[in-house]
């Protein structure tokens, strides 16, 4: 089995977990190579998780922060997972990371087209040592959407390339996703989920590698040691 599950009482515990976990991770990355890399998920649960995350004694200007996914939209639209990591994680300790952007700021709409934003974001990218995922109600994780069209391209192991535009067919906006090939070469994995119907998806994404869940990609990946940190 490619994770290790852990399971608590309630959101506010997980999260608190989580971010010790997280934060011992990026040690261990700063303990080995003096500097680390870490890749979070938008959205609005991981805001919990991030604040707690934020006040953690590390030695932020050797981090470097970025995201797994980000919408292709303004990062001062609401939907921008930029902007909430600014707001809520890049506070407190973590003000002194190196913020590393997917999509830059001070673009408009009419700016971001989807394969100069990735083009862009590839110059920036530095491979994660720490990633913390998370996963919708239809299966997907990162922005590996089931059913996008570019779904084959982001799970092909052999594509070198380690972002990707994708179209989600069951969300707004067009995106930028790591890769699996990306994702699997991180050395510490992080899934957060939590209620009992994502555990009903986890538990189909967790019996088999399937399209219909793209989260079980990595869940059955035999390279990937994913910590999975379930609140009920």
Same mark, same amino acid.
């Given at each position: 089995?490619?994770y290790q599950w852990h399971s608590f009482d309630n959101a506010a515990a997980a999260s608190t977990a989580l971010a010790d976990a997280v934060a011992?991770?990026?040690?261990?990355?700063?303990?080995?190579?003096?500097?680390?890399?870490?890749?979070?998920?938008?959205?609005?649960?991981?805001?919990?998780?991030?604040?707690?995350?934020?006040?953690?004694?590390?030695?932020?200007?050797?981090?470097g922060v970025t995201l797994v996914d980000e919408r292709i939209v303004p990062t001062t639209h609401a939907d921008s997972n930029t902007g909430l990591?600014?707001?809520?994680?890049?506070?407190?300790?973590a003000a002194a990371a190196q913020w590393i952007p997917v999509v830059e700021a001070g673009k408009t709409e009419t700016d971001l087209q989807p !394969?100069? =934003?990735?083009? +862009?974001?590839?110059?920036?990218?530095?491979? @994660?040592? $720490?990633?913390?995922?998370?996963? &919708?109600?239809?299966?997907?994780?990162?922005?590996?959407?089931?059913?996008?069209?570019?779904?084959?391209?982001?799970?092909?192991?052999?594509?070198?390339?380690?972002?990707?535009?994708?179209?989600?067919?069951?969300?707004?906006? !067009?995106? =930028?996703?790591? +890769?699996?090939?990306?994702?699997?070469?991180? @050395?510490? $994995?992080?899934?957060?989920?939590? &209620?009992?119907?994502?555990?009903?998806?986890?538990?189909?994404?967790?019996?088999?590698?399937?399209?219909?869940?793209?989260?079980?990609?990595?869940?059955?990946?035999?390279?990937?040691?994913?910590?999975?940190?379930?609140?009920?």
């Amino acid at each position: 089995m490619a994770y290790q599950w852990h399971s608590f009482d309630n959101a506010a515990a997980a999260s608190t977990a989580l971010a010790d976990a997280v934060a011992d991770a990026l040690q261990q990355a700063l303990d080995k190579k003096g500097s680390a890399v870490l890749a979070v998920s938008g959205g609005r649960s991981p805001i919990a998780f991030f604040e707690a995350l934020s006040q953690k004694k590390l030695a932020w200007q050797n981090i470097g922060v970025t995201l797994v996914d980000e919408r292709i939209v303004p990062t001062t639209h609401a939907d921008s997972n930029t902007g909430l990591v600014h707001e809520y994680l890049l506070q407190n300790q973590a003000a002194a990371a190196q913020w590393i952007p997917v999509v830059e700021a001070g673009k408009t709409e009419t700016d971001l087209q989807p !394969e100069t =934003v990735v083009q +862009t974001a590839l110059q920036h990218y530095r491979q @994660p040592d $720490v990633l913390v995922l998370g996963m &919708g109600g239809d299966g997907h994780t990162a922005s590996l959407f089931p059913q996008a069209p570019q779904l084959d391209k982001g799970l092909d192991e052999a594509n070198p390339v380690p972002l990707l535009h994708t179209t989600p067919v069951t969300a707004p906006h !067009e995106r =930028v996703s790591m +890769t699996l090939a990306a994702i699997a070469k991180t @050395p510490a $994995v992080f899934l957060a989920i939590g &209620g009992a119907e994502k555990k009903a998806v986890f538990d189909q994404a967790a019996a088999a590698p399937s399209k219909t869940y793209p989260t079980s990609y990595i869940l059955n990946h035999e390279k990937v040691n994913c910590h999975v940190y379930y609140a009920e």
